[in-house]
């Protein structure tokens, strides 16, 4: 990559595997019909985004989610269906982000809650002996810790200020188009990760 000298990573489709329909199809087998109207890739209905930026607690959540899909589950069954989309870590991928941060200074960037970060975590440190997430970052920003998530520019803003970055020079890597052009509003390099190709296919 030239002339750049910090990259910002998104999380999920990037450096995590997820599948959304997992999540659409575990509520669709409870009794959620509709699920997948309210919830998809890039996108987010009503209290689905003030999760993400931590204008409502995990309690609240759960119970409005009881609400929009009208059927009588308990908390757990909610709970595991939301992470159903949560997948795995590659190690190819892991170890590619160790040896780039050699080269760059290396933030995380994700539009994300509390209940999934905290099984993304548990992920991660099965299948890495225990090691944290964020070890492998410089910083990490989390939009549920935050208070604003992609692709709104200002907490591209933020991040670049807070960390002295020259958004000229720092390049933003996410698998959804309007997250990137979030990004490029705030003056920083974007790049798409379209579907099928993965970090791994980038000559850093």
Request: charge should be negative; glycine fraction near 8%; hydrophobic fraction near 45%.
């Amino acid at each position: 990559m030239r002339n750049i000298d910090s990259i910002i990573f998104d999380l999920g489709g990037v450096i995590l595997n997820i599948d959304n329909k997992r999540t659409e199809r575990e509520f669709v087998a409870l009794g959620a019909k509709d699920f997948g109207l309210y919830f998809g890739h890039g996108h987010a209905a009503s209290f689905f985004k003030d999760y993400e930026v931590g204008k409502i607690s995990d309690e609240q959540f759960v119970s409005d989610l009881k609400k929009m899909i009208n059927v009588d589950l308990t908390d757990e069954l909610i709970i595991n269906a939301w992470n159903a989309l949560l997948m795995d870590f590659p190690p190819e991928r892991i170890e590619l982000l160790k040896s780039i941060r050699e080269k760059y200074r290396l933030l995380l960037f994700s539009n994300t809650n509390s209940l999934h970060m905290e099984a993304v975590r548990k992920i991660f440190r099965e299948a890495f002996g225990g090691q944290d997430l964020d070890d492998l970052f410089d910083k990490a920003y989390y939009s549920h810790i935050l208070g604003m998530r992609k692709p709104d520019k200002e907490p591209f803003q933020l991040i670049a200020r807070e960390n002295g970055l020259d958004p000229s020079r720092t390049l933003f890597v996410d698998d959804a188009l309007v997250n990137v052009n979030g990004a490029e509003l705030a003056g920083l390099k974007g790049f798409y990760l379209p579907p099928g190709i993965t970090i791994m296919d980038v000559r850093w």
